[in-house]
């Protein structure tokens, strides 16, 4: 991946940015140039909630390249507080405990590596819910 | 807007044709499709095809095929929409010969996934999701498949066994048919046992991986007579698409794009899936194939079990779904595979089919998507006379 390919992604891949529709308050993410919900153009910056529920997982044995470090892995789509999905690798789990409807968490986490001399690319994942907040 | 008549088709196997390029195969179906009929001329050829650019390091697949046939100068151009590039193509072609700007168009789909190994026909396929909020995670396009298995046996209590009986009948249907390329019977065991691709999807929900093409020509239904004794009217058509990421959907247990196309092909058509005989479903996995059903309106949602024991998926039943073996069995040359269907399914109204045909089929439907559900093209035929 090019270094101007992943950088542009960062606010939303790594602060989990979205954009907020200010007609009718629907969370686009990843942003969008005309909301999903309403085709409105005009939107406020907005910061994903950091916990949520695991809704669906696959376990992932045969990985793409890049991935081949922590294989096997696990794909989750997250329900985040605020009713916004979000499609992430679900981490510290052992895979025979992961279940639909547990709670998680976000954590900052390395995603995967251009080989040897590539740039490494990070990302949020989630993990089970350790702390009561 | 004319109405569009299929005069013709023609297909390869599906196979791992290692002594047959890109080009070549296109020609084994065209000539097919063109030896069948007598037709003076071919006024534009539309040439769907997915991964032609990372696997046989080639784009421009309209000239190369117009080429191949030595029809150059005619108009010649691909369309992509993923795995629902054959769908896409069909719905292009109509348009075309619809609106009078052409009256004969060839519409071909032509896919050679084996022309690179390893892990690059998979990267390739997998493009059909979105590459920064899905495969950058890791994600593959098995995986996100999974994604609705696993949510879909959570929430209606669907036994795994009942996947593993879809891939069975496929396979029962695809040991029929010549072009397929896996014509052999398995048992649920085989399904159960199988590797896992990603959890809970096994081998045997898959599509194999092949090479192959297949053609249809279009013309106007006022003047098909002319260039054939046999042939099928298209009566509706439709695409849709949805949000290219999984996490936008409102939920993962129907696919929004099938029940756009699907409504407005019957709108158009005039008539409602009771009435529909056959239909070529895209079960790139079991999964895709039960929800594909609901949402075409052929199964009560989360009765895929209970109606596939009861045999309401074959000849005789609700709708003979899959005669060719479908994806499954028949396989999946991805950019192809909406040609084939309508071949297929023009094939089955003519009753052309030997050991696959089913008696008594008066209109048949098309089912072609591109991605998870992200780009959807439904087609429905009627046996014209
Ligand atoms: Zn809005």
């Given at each position: 991946m090019s270094v101007p390919r992943y950088w542009r992604e960062m606010p939303y891949r790594i602060r989990l940015e979205a954009r907020k529709c200010k007609l009718c308050n629907y969370v686009n993410y990843p942003p969008r140039t005309k909301c999903y919900k309403c085709g409105a153009s005009e939107f406020e910056k907005y910061y994903l909630p950091q916990r949520g529920i695991l809704l669906s997982f696959s376990i992932i044995r045969n990985p793409p390249t890049g991935f081949e470090k922590t294989t096997p892995y696990v794909i989750g789509l997250v329900e985040l507080e605020d009713g916004t999905k979000l499609l992430t690798q679900i981490t510290d789990v052992d895979i025979d405990e992961i279940k639909i409807g547990m709670e998680l968490e976000q954590t900052f986490r390395r995603i995967s590596e251009d080989g040897d001399s590539g740039i490494i690319q990070y990302g949020i994942k989630f993990r089970p819910k350790y702390l009561k907040f | 807007m004319k109405r569009v008549a299929i005069i013709s088709y023609g297909m390869t196997k599906v196979d791992k044709h290692w002594d047959k390029s890109l080009r070549r195969l296109f020609g084994e179906a065209a000539l097919m499709a063109m030896n069948k009929v007598n037709i003076p001329k071919i006024d534009a050829i539309i040439v769907s095809n997915m991964c032609a650019s990372d696997l046989s390091d080639q784009n421009n697949i309209g000239t190369i095929v117009a080429d191949e046939l030595g029809l150059t100068p005619i108009t010649a151009y691909r369309v992509e929409a993923a795995c629902g590039s054959g769908g896409a193509a069909l719905l292009t072609g109509f348009s075309l010969v619809s609106s009078g700007m052409f009256e004969v168009v060839m519409v071909g789909g032509v896919e050679k996934l084996t022309d690179n190994i390893g892990k690059m026909a998979t990267f390739s396929l997998g493009k059909a999701a979105d590459a920064e909020y899905e495969l950058f995670y890791g994600a593959t396009f098995a995986s996100l498949n999974a994604l609705l298995m696993n949510r879909y046996m959570h929430v209606y209590?669907?036994?795994?066994?009942a996947f593993a009986d879809f891939a069975v009948l496929m396979h029962r249907n695809g040991s029929k048919n010549p072009y397929a390329q896996l014509p052999f019977e398995i048992n649920r065991e085989i399904a159960l046992n199988s590797e896992f691709i990603a959890d809970p999807i096994r081998l045997y929900d898959c599509a194999p991986i092949g090479d192959g093409a297949a053609v249809v020509i279009l013309c106007p239904l006022e003047v098909a007579s002319k260039y054939s004794d046999s042939f099928v009217e298209i009566m509706g058509i439709a695409g849709a698409s949805d949000t290219i990421n999984l996490g936008s959907r409102d939920d993962l247990l129907s696919l929004r794009a099938t029940i756009t196309a699907a409504n407005n092909a019957y709108k158009m058509a005039r008539i409602t899936p009771a009435d529909v005989d056959i239909v070529e479903i895209h079960d790139t996995f079991t999964i895709t194939a039960a929800i594909s059903l609901e949402d075409l309106g052929f199964c009560e949602r989360g009765k895929f079990d209970k109606l596939l024991n009861e045999g309401a998926f074959e000849p005789g039943g609700i709708v003979a779904v899959n005669?060719?073996?479908?994806?499954?069995?028949?396989?999946?040359?991805v950019g192809a595979t909406g040609v084939y269907q309508a071949a297929e399914i023009t094939m089955q109204l003519l009753e052309e089919a030997g050991k696959m045909q089913v008696p008594n089929s008066e209109i048949g439907l098309t089912h072609n998507m591109g991605g998870v559900g992200s780009n959807v093209y439904v087609s429905i035929m009627r046996r014209a006379r």
């Open positions: - | 209590g669907t036994p795994r066994e005669p060719s073996g479908g994806l499954k069995s028949r396989g999946h040359p």
